[in-house]
């Protein structure tokens, strides 16, 4: 290898502004989730004084993070970090509603616990509406870590940036894609496979609204693709499997892809 190979590793090594590693930062949010959702661990035992600790140790450690953080460097990063823990109530609000909509709406959910430990579902909304918070104080980089993060483990991508109500249910959930710009509204079910995607992806339109509105009590089938900013899914509305949608659809309204198939006799010969 030439000496310039090596001299442009370094150039760029020295150009890198500083981050916390991806490992640190997707640690602090499952230990937050950890405290919240003690079912996580095997037999906790927390008192309330333990309990005052440990999410004061979590604040502290925010805090270090986006200290450690270059893009950081000039916040407020005491405040911003007390800030997001004061909202934390609200937030652990929130993800309860989620849990709610899996437990209502699942018939293979057999328990609260069940879904908070096991449900790939559950995680990826949990830590994309920490990200969601850490992004409205305008922390950059580390909310979009947390989302990877959870998408390298459940396979559902969500953008921190999405606009998501609650009673979020996502079943199963392999191969969902929300993109930046979604708005989704309450009691939404979401099936695997499903993308709320741009239908352009121009750079130019960074700062535009490039992907669908999804309003309340919606549900999308498994294979469902939903694209554009202008794109707007009424209320009440059922989107079946496999269905390509670029215009909006009024309020309950059915939508489902009409396929022929045909099941032919096949003689065997004995």
């Known amino acids: 290898?030439?000496?310039?190979?090596?001299?442009?590793i370094y150039t760029k090594q020295n150009q890198i502004e500083a981050v916390p590693s991806n490992e640190e930062i997707a640690q602090w949010a499952i230990s937050l989730m950890n405290i919240l959702y003690p079912e996580r661990f095997t037999s906790p035992d927390y008192s309330i004084n333990e309990i005052k600790r440990l999410l004061a140790k979590q604040e502290k450690e925010l805090t270090r993070i986006l200290n450690a953080t270059k893009a950081c460097e000039h916040n407020d990063n005491e405040v911003i970090a007390r800030t997001f823990f004061d909202g934390l109530p609200e937030l652990y609000r929130k993800m309860n509603t989620d849990i709610s909509a899996?437990?209502?709406g699942d018939p293979a959910a057999k328990s609260e616990f069940e879904i908070i430990r096991s449900y790939p579902g559950?995680?990826?909304?949990a830590l994309y509406r920490i990200a969601h918070s850490l992004l409205?104080?305008?922390i950059p980089i580390i909310p979009r870590i947390l989302t990877e993060y959870a998408h390298s483990v459940?396979?559902?991508d969500i953008h921190p940036a999405a606009m998501i109500g609650?009673?979020?249910f996502i079943d199963h959930g392999t191969g969902i894609v929300i993109g930046?710009?979604?708005i989704i509204g309450n009691y939404v079910k979401l099936y695997q496979g499903v993308t709320l995607g741009a239908l352009s992806v121009e750079k130019y339109m960074a700062n535009t609204k490039r992907h669908p509105t999804i309003e309340d009590h919606v549900i999308i089938y498994s294979g469902a693709t939903i694209l554009g900013g202008d794109t707007v899914i009424g209320k009440?509305?059922?989107?079946g499997g496999n269905v390509w949608l670029t215009k909006s659809v009024p309020s309950n309204s059915t939508v489902y892809h009409q396929s022929a198939i045909k099941v032919i006799e096949t003689k065997h010969i004995d």
């Open 1 to 8: 290898m030439n000496e310039e190979f090596y001299l442009h």
């Open 102 to 104: 899996i437990l209502n």
């Open 236 to 239: 009440g509305c059922i989107i």
């Open 136 to 138: 409205k104080a305008e």
């Open 154 to 156: 459940t396979g559902i």
């Open 180 to 182: 930046e710009t979604t």
């Open 166 to 168: 609650e009673y979020l």
């Open 122 to 125: 559950f995680l990826a909304i």
